[in-house]
């Protein structure tokens, strides 16, 4: 299957072998979600696996850190330095003085989380620092569960900051064949996107970062006309009161103001949503990415609350996730594979005191935060850390990201390509494709996975779940189950899945159902109760009121700043492409000549006062730092809003965002919303 995009639909793919090299790839019809279907980012999977900057065999650093200078050595004598590192800086410093961090793959993490746990460290960190989680919170903290839209029995969908043309065409085909079928969808974003433009029965634009005072108009126009459900609200919310005492002061004309959209679409908008039952709003992660991210997002799930649009058919359903952030129906043992050995420490994973809400309900460290960490000491030193799929791009001003790994007295990464991470690293370790290991996966509608490798290793590589569960046994953890690899765990973790004849279930060619998976039953989450403090949805949340800086209701603040002549524009960062997913593909020829230059997104009326003209090249700037890009001329783009993709080496965005630029609920960087200018530069290539 398709790892490039994950942990998301990861479709199906038929590989043709020739030779022992894959030769093509096509979709596997009948497969969940994507059925014989592969995006652009799937298409270039060949390309992907052959790429020249492979990782090849595993390296020792023999010259400065970031001079390349680096010589084969085998995987044992790999494993052994690692494992005296790390525990050497253990018995100087302490176990937390070392750092187990994880980019953007996701399959293997329960391994990693179980290491770090098992070598006595707290300090678990993956990209869901800038990923996903803060979203779950913001769920968490108003329904006390993650919950997810039930598109076959809606009504009206309000697709809020999401593209899905071009981050998960499955949902794309889904809402597709939705709307020939005559469902109804609201699409609401900055961006006119493909959605927008495909979709939409109603498409409202706000400015950058106005979701949340859109979403609060929005309950101010319902609660006014008494649209809402106050039946339910009297059985099942919490602060309701205080709420729509806040919301009064967001009419239509105040609302109009901060978000730019016509008072009349956002009556329009909160009248179909509000009389269309059932119905449901589904807020992408997108919203959070900026430093009132949380309550925005907060803001706009509210008015599913007010509706009651949750627990039943057509409206927001609760999710368990069974395996790797994906649902196949069952309860398996993840969670307590990686809590059985949760070290006893006093001292707190990274952020956990700066970022006190995500401390209480995410089990891993605040990786925003590991910069400052390493680089000042505080609150106790980190000194080593052992990396997998680490990109410093992902960080903001990702070139303080890089210091900080040059001051680690030990860096291990293992990753598939040379990243800017690995020359930065003392050992380097080559992991696999998806197409050279095996993996499970679980899926909705009740299907597990368990693929099988289809090529031999390109090079000496190995899965990373295979390096993870070899380390603990170099490392001489006490951790029998860990130390006996990949199956047992997997044989271990799911269990309660039922699978009677597991070799059998291994050899399968393909997704099969999971025995004693359960159909959700709606209501039966009101019926054995909410897991918030009051036990009922929470439009004034009693988690953060517990902390006197942060503010229980979803309020709205301008994250853009104030006017700034200097840096007029406001600067969204990654919005997606269909032929790009974070920098994993910039280097593959196909996906990356549908876009061969890092490019601006600028309106046209923009373009016109700065004289640009298409493809001329621009210099974006912050305070932070400078890059240089080629202007992309779109109608997509607002006047005073500039949209840029992330991950390229010669223009990395991410570089040009202030570190500070943080929630305070959730510790997410500011990459969708921050000030930039931008000039023309004559005579650049």
Request: aromatic fraction near 10%.
């Amino acid at each position: 299957m398709c790892d490039i995009c994950t942990p998301g639909p990861q479709c199906g793919i038929d590989a043709y072998i020739r030779d022992g090299r894959v030769i093509k790839v096509e979709g596997t019809p009948g497969f969940p979600g994507s059925n014989g279907r592969l995006c652009t980012k799937g298409a270039a999977n060949r390309q992907y696996i052959y790429r020249e900057d492979r990782i090849r065999t595993p390296m020792r650093r023999i010259g400065l850190k970031g001079s390349d200078r680096f010589e084969p050595i085998s995987w044992d004598e790999a494993y052994r330095q690692i494992a005296a590192h790390l525990n050497q800086t253990k018995a100087d410093y302490g176990p937390e003085a070392i750092a187990f961090v994880c980019g953007y793959p996701k399959w293997f993490r329960p391994f990693l989380h179980r290491l770090a746990h098992s070598f006595g460290s707290p300090n678990y960190i993956t990209e869901s620092s800038a990923c996903h989680q803060a979203e779950v919170m913001s769920y968490q903290c108003i329904f006390g569960c993650l919950a997810q839209a039930d598109l076959r029995d809606t009504k009206l969908y309000v697709a809020w900051g999401s593209n899905a043309f071009a981050n998960m065409f499955p949902l794309a085909r889904r809402l597709m064949e939705f709307k020939e079928q005559g469902g109804k969808i609201i699409v609401i974003d900055p961006r006119d996107t493909q959605a927008a433009q495909k979709l939409a029965d109603l498409y409202l634009r706000p400015r950058i970062g106005t979701d949340g005072a859109l979403a609060l108009g929005m309950a101010n126009v319902i609660l006014e006309n008494r649209w809402h459900d106050m039946a339910f609200i009297r059985r099942h919310v919490h602060g309701f009161q205080a709420y729509q005492d806040y919301v009064k002061g967001f009419d239509l004309k105040t609302t109009e103001r901060i978000t730019g959209v016509p008072g009349k679409l956002i009556y329009q908008a909160a009248e179909l949503f509000a009389r269309t039952d059932p119905s449901v709003i589904s807020p992408s992660n997108a919203i959070t990415h900026r430093i009132n991210g949380f309550n925005n997002h907060r803001a706009i799930l509210s008015l599913n609350a007010i509706m009651g649009r949750f627990d039943r058919p057509g409206t927001l359903i609760p999710v368990t996730e069974t395996f790797c952030h994906s649902n196949g129906g069952f309860r398996s043992l993840e969670e307590r594979f990686i809590d059985e050995t949760r070290p006893r420490t006093e001292r707190r994973a990274v952020g956990f005191d700066r970022f006190p809400l995500w401390g209480e309900l995410v089990d891993e460290g605040q990786g925003m935060h590991l910069t400052s960490q390493i680089l000042s000491g505080e609150p106790y030193p980190i000194r080593a850390a052992l990396g997998f799929g680490v990109n410093t791009r992902m960080y903001p001003d990702s070139r303080r990201f890089v210091r900080a790994l040059d001051q680690l007295d030990f860096y291990a990464a293992a990753d598939i390509f040379w990243t800017e991470s690995c020359r930065h690293a003392d050992i380097v370790l080559p992991v696999s494709t998806s197409f050279e290991r095996s993996e499970v996966k679980c899926y909705s509608g009740h299907l597990i996975n368990y693929t099988a490798p289809v090529i031999e290793p390109v090079h000496d590589n190995r899965p990373d779940a295979d390096i993870i569960c070899d380390l603990a046994k170099a490392l001489e953890l006490d951790d029998p189950l860990l130390c006996s690899g990949y199956d047992r765990c997997l044989q271990y973790i799911m269990s309660p899945a039922g699978i009677q004849d597991w070799e059998a279930f291994r050899c399968h060619d393909g997704p099969v159902h999971v025995p004693n998976s359960r159909p959700y039953q709606a209501g039966s989450t009101f019926a054995g109760g909410l897991h918030t403090p009051s036990g009922k949805i929470e439009l004034y949340s009693e988690r953060v009121v517990k902390y006197p800086h942060l503010e229980p209701l979803p309020v709205y603040r301008d994250s853009s700043g104030p006017e700034d002549p200097e840096y007029p524009f406001v600067m969204c960062a990654g919005a997606r492409l269909p032929n790009a997913i974070h920098s994993r593909i910039h280097d593959c020829t196909w996906p990356r000549s549908l876009r061969s230059r890092a490019a601006a997104d600028i309106a046209p009326s923009d373009a016109k006062a700065l004289g640009l003209s298409e493809g001329d090249t621009v210099r974006i700037s912050t305070r932070t730092g400078s890059l240089l890009a080629a202007a992309h001329i779109t109608l997509q783009a607002s006047p005073g809003e500039i949209y840029m993709y992330h991950g390229y080496q010669e223009a990395d965005v991410n570089a040009l965002i202030d570190t500070e630029l943080l929630d305070p609920y959730t510790g997410f960087p500011a990459y969708k919303q921050f000030r930039c200018a931008v000039q023309k530069v004559e005579d650049e290539a």
